[in-house]
């Protein structure tokens, strides 16, 4: 069997299989690399709920090969639910998918915009100095998202956004 029948066969599991079936196609499609990113978000587009979350979770287990794509066809897939699936697979990703997010964060459309924003919020420490340096970006819109998602962070967050603010002597940024 090659490795596209078997990618198919697993993305078959998660689709109908148990949920025990599920779990396990989870993990070897995990395992699976590169070569199931394609596979996994051709089927996080056609599939209902319950197989985008199985698929989002071996995206994720994937890690940062995946950011990209996910990234990419959420600019070109305007599906809600395809897109917070993908973005929670991202937040989940981490650290690695930070910077891109902050640029979603400041070109995205503005759906993309809030699932972004909401991922970088998720991901909490790794995305402070990041936000931090938009926080120093031209647009005052754009600074006061920043202090807005460290708030939100709560405490590493906030922490972080009453030391800017404490640097910057007079309270700008």
Same mark, same amino acid.
């Given at each position: 069997?090659?490795?596209?029948?078997?990618?198919?066969?697993?993305?078959?599991?998660?689709?109908?299989?148990?949920?025990?079936?599920?779990?396990? =196609?989870?993990?070897?499609?995990?395992?699976?690399?590169?070569?199931?990113?394609?596979?996994?978000?051709? =089927?996080?587009?056609?599939?209902?709920?319950?197989?985008?979350?199985?698929?989002?979770?071996?995206?994720?287990?994937?890690?940062?090969? =995946?950011?990209?794509? @996910?990234?990419?066809?959420?600019?070109?897939?305007?599906?809600?639910?395809?897109?917070?699936?993908?973005?929670?697979?991202?937040?989940?990703?981490?650290?690695? =998918?930070?910077?891109?997010?902050?640029?979603?964060?400041?070109?995205?459309? @503005?759906? @993309?915009?809030? +699932?972004?924003?909401?991922? +970088?919020?998720?991901?909490?420490?790794?995305?402070?100095?990041?936000? +931090?340096?938009?926080?120093?970006?031209?647009?005052?819109?754009?600074?006061?998202?920043?202090?807005?998602? @460290?708030?939100?962070?709560?405490?590493?967050?906030?922490?972080?956004?009453?030391?800017?603010?404490?640097?910057?002597?007079?309270?700008?940024?």
């Amino acid at each position: 069997m090659t490795e596209e029948n078997q990618i198919d066969e697993l993305i078959a599991d998660l689709r109908k299989g148990s949920m025990e079936a599920r779990r396990v =196609a989870t993990d070897a499609l995990g395992a699976s690399g590169e070569m199931a990113i394609k596979p996994l978000i051709a =089927a996080m587009i056609t599939g209902d709920n319950d197989l985008r979350w199985y698929a989002a979770r071996a995206l994720v287990r994937i890690g940062e090969p =995946a950011i990209e794509p @996910l990234l990419q066809t959420m600019h070109t897939t305007a599906d809600r639910d395809f897109r917070r699936y993908a973005m929670a697979a991202l937040a989940e990703i981490g650290e690695p =998918a930070v910077e891109l997010l902050i640029g979603v964060t400041v070109e995205g459309d @503005l759906d @993309l915009k809030t +699932l972004a924003a909401m991922a +970088l919020v998720r991901i909490g420490e790794p995305a402070i100095e990041p936000l +931090l340096r938009l926080m120093r970006h031209p647009d005052p819109e754009m600074q006061e998202l920043a202090a807005l998602l @460290l708030w939100r962070m709560g405490e590493p967050g906030v922490e972080a956004l009453t030391g800017a603010f404490k640097a910057g002597g007079s309270g700008k940024m």
